[in-house]
Every structure is written in C-alpha cells, then in structure tokens.
C-alpha cells in the first residue's frame, strides 16, 4: 500500500458543479495534513492545511477522517481556473519529512 | 518580498557533466528540502536539511549532492552518476519541519541532452 494514494483523475466537471477529492495515508500517526494545488509547470502553492476539526475557506472545505485514514477536499462552485492538479501531502511522523500523494487533476469545463 | 529563488529557470546539460541548482530564501526558515518530479508523478524527496551544516538523504539521493553552509542556501548537485536526471527540480522550506506548511521557489526544469 502506498503512503499516500489519491484517485489521479481526471475529474472533467462542468462550471458550478461540486466535486470532491479523497486522499488516503498508511501511518496512522500522521499529525499534519495539507492540500496543495499545482497548475502545469509551476510549483506547488498551499491550497489548505487540514485540521482535525475541518476547515473552510471560501467554496473549499477540507476534512480529516483518522478512523478511516484519509482527508477530504470538496470544491463548491467549481470555476475554471479551478482546473489544477491538487496534490495531498501527509507528514511522515517523527521526522522534518513530507509524503506528496501523485495529485489528482481536476479540469472544469464552460 | 519574502520567499524562495530558484535559478535557473531552465537549464540543458550534455551527458556527463555535473550541474549545480541554486535554491535561496529570505523566509528565515530553518530546514529547506529537495524534491524531483517527473511528468504524471508525484514528488519525491533528494535530500532535506534541518539546520545549517546539516543535511540527510531523501528517498532518492543517489547522483545528487547538497551543502548547507548558509541557513540561506540549499544548493543541488547533479552529478553525472545520476542516470535520468531529466525533470523538474523543486526547492522547499520550513519554519520548522515536520508539522509546518511547505513553501515552494518555483523549481528549475532540466533536461540532458
């Protein structure tokens, strides 16, 4: 089992569609969870840091389910420049080290 | 401005020869880390640092070399015993490591002629 697995995609949805990602991590012990967004060619830039009681930011909403082990990110009003790949990362416990899911790429289409 | 420099932007290297990454940041962060990402993949780690004069592997550290004589600095090398060294090169600091957000310079894509 990988570390970090996400569905790669793509997800094509239409504008004003919602969609969610799921990501699901190995270690149990995993304390920090983020979602990154990359578009082609550029670096990875925060999208949102994931807390155990869920987080909102405008149309995005992250979530942590540590029974199941995975975190969640629903967009809501999908708009084009939505369209990314949105990369889930997983601290490795007792190290300075990240573990970077394969993203999953999301095209929103007009 | 604070944040992270990477140079070059684009750089062509013939088989053979070493090459080094410059990785610079004004964000007073103390550990600063490598990655490597190939096309479809995710990112994987070359070397990290948690301090100045310290520095461990990453999950693929072979044919790559690091300093981290400055807090400032993180240079890369890529020396000719890396055997596919054609990909996008991404430089990352920390406050802290570990529990703290990641924050990219905008990576350096080389390729091997």
């Known amino acids: 089992r990988k570390e970090v697995e996400q569905d790669p995609g793509p997800f094509n949805v239409p504008e004003g569609a919602t969609v969610a990602f799921n990501c699901t991590y190995s270690n149990s012990a995993s304390q920090s969870f983020f979602w990154y967004r990359q578009d082609c060619r550029k670096e990875p830039k925060l999208l949102m840091s994931v807390y155990s009681s869920g987080n909102e930011d405008g149309r995005f909403t992250a979530q942590l389910n540590r029974a199941s082990q995975y975190i969640s990110l629903l967009i809501r009003d999908s708009k084009l420049s939505d369209s990314a790949t949105y990369l889930c990362v997983v601290n490795m416990p007792g190290t300075y080290k990240y573990i970077f899911g394969t993203g999953t790429r999301l095209k929103v289409l007009a | ?113």
């Open chain 2, 1 to 113: 401005d604070g944040g992270i420099t990477q140079s070059p932007k684009y750089l062509f290297r013939k088989e053979g020869q070493n090459v080094t990454l410059s990785c610079e940041q004004n964000l007073n962060h103390d550990a600063m880390y490598w990655y490597r990402q190939d096309p479809g993949q995710g990112l994987r780690l070359i070397y990290y640092s948690q301090i100045v004069n310290d520095f461990q592997k990453g999950d693929i550290a072979e044919g790559y070399s690091v300093s981290r004589e400055k807090k400032e600095s993180f240079p890369l090398t890529v020396t000719s015993a890396q055997k596919n060294p054609t990909a996008f090169y991404l430089c990352a600091s920390t406050t802290s490591g570990g529990a703290d957000t990641q924050y990219f310079g905008p990576g350096t894509r080389l390729t091997v002629l």
